[in-house]
């Protein structure tokens, strides 16, 4: 008999692995914290991740340093953030295209969204808007429609690579809008962001966030936005679904993962320092000023997130057979 199972009986086990457990929660974090970001840097998803890193390591009392690797619509950073060790030290800023359409868009996926991730917290949600250059012959969504009813695969979009959001949204607007638009992807929407402002490509759905400063500074123009209700920073910019495609809604969800078996205290700590941000008044400003979208409290949860996943894994693969959407 080994001497565990003599002299600890069942109850004390437990107990010291909660003793445990907790300590380890009490001392972490020791030490900085990364989070992946699969795009390249200035674009909405490491816009959204820094703000929020910001807020929340604030209240881990440690830095927490965004890791930009980009590639392949984020999936090579999601594979890298999924083979991390599990030890409370690195996350995945994982959201709604690498993390629900890859596994249906990639044949050769290196991580499952689901089997090798724990959901920690989820972000907000981020509504996009369709952008042209300041100088484009496209005044309105319309405009473009027509023109590219008439000139089938001419209009170039930007994206930030298969099964990003600017992907997706791009193909499901020219699908139900009976277009074709030839895609162009990009590390990262900031870099594509920077050729529609360039004139090398026509347009392209980007997050509010990043499309705010850059529409307010003129040198794009916003003609259509992706959410149901127009986004207050965008009052004066129509939605799809009351212009060209009735009923279109489409936006970014993220979330905050760690690779399976991290502890759970440290889920336990990262969410209960994203619920502290939540309470700060001037850090939820911030985020609606940029049109990012709150959600219901209950909806941020570790497991609400887990869920959520797995559920829009199973409803992308419908999305994208019925939008006929490939690997470009
Ligand atoms: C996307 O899905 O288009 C990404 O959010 C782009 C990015 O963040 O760079």
Redesign the pocket.
């Known amino acids: 008999m080994t001497l565990i199972g003599s002299t600890l009986t069942r109850w004390m086990l437990p107990a010291l692995c909660l003793a445990a457990g907790m300590a380890h929660a009490q001392t972490y974090p020791t030490k900085p914290v990364t989070w992946v970001v699969p795009?390249?840097a200035g674009?909405?998803?490491?816009a959204l991740a820094r703000n929020i890193a910001d807020r929340v390591s604030r209240e881990i009392g440690q830095p927490i340093l965004i890791e930009n690797a980009p590639g392949a619509g984020g999936t090579v950073g999601a594979a890298k953030a999924a083979r991390a060790p599990a030890d409370g030290y690195t996350f995945l800023v994982g959201?709604v295209?690498y993390m629900a359409a890859a596994p249906s868009l990639y044949s050769k996926l290196s991580y499952d969204p689901v089997k090798d991730f724990e959901g920690v917290f989820r972000f907000p949600d981020t509504p996009l808007v369709l952008l042209v250059g300041a100088n484009s012959p496209y005044k309105t969504v319309q405009d473009l429609v027509a023109h590219a009813k008439a000139n089938p695969g001419k209009l170039n979009f930007g994206?930030?690579g298969v099964g990003?959001?600017?992907h997706l949204v791009a193909a499901m607007f020219a699908q139900k809008a009976g277009i074709k638009i030839t895609p162009v992807a990009y590390k990262?929407?900031?870099p594509a962001l920077t050729d529609v402002m360039g004139g090398q490509v026509d347009g392209m759905f980007d997050?509010t966030n990043t499309a705010l400063p850059q529409v307010s500074g003129g040198k794009v123009r916003g003609i259509a936005q992706t959410a149901t209700r127009r986004v207050p920073q965008f009052s004066q910019v129509p939605t799809v679904a009351e212009t060209v495609v009735p009923g279109f809604e489409a936006s970014?969800w993220y979330g905050l993962y760690a690779p399976k078996g991290v502890p759970k205290e440290v889920v336990a700590r990262v969410y209960a320092a994203w619920g502290k941000a939540l309470q700060d008044p001037a850090f939820v400003k911030r985020l609606a000023d940029q049109g990012i979208q709150m959600l219901p409290d209950a909806q941020y949860a570790p497991a609400a997130l887990t869920q959520h996943t797995a559920s829009e894994v199973v409803k992308w693969k419908k999305v994208i057979a019925d939008a006929n959407i490939k690997l470009d």
């Open positions: 795009f390249a674009g909405p998803t490491d959201h295209g994206n930030a990003s959001t600017s990262g929407a900031g997050q970014t």
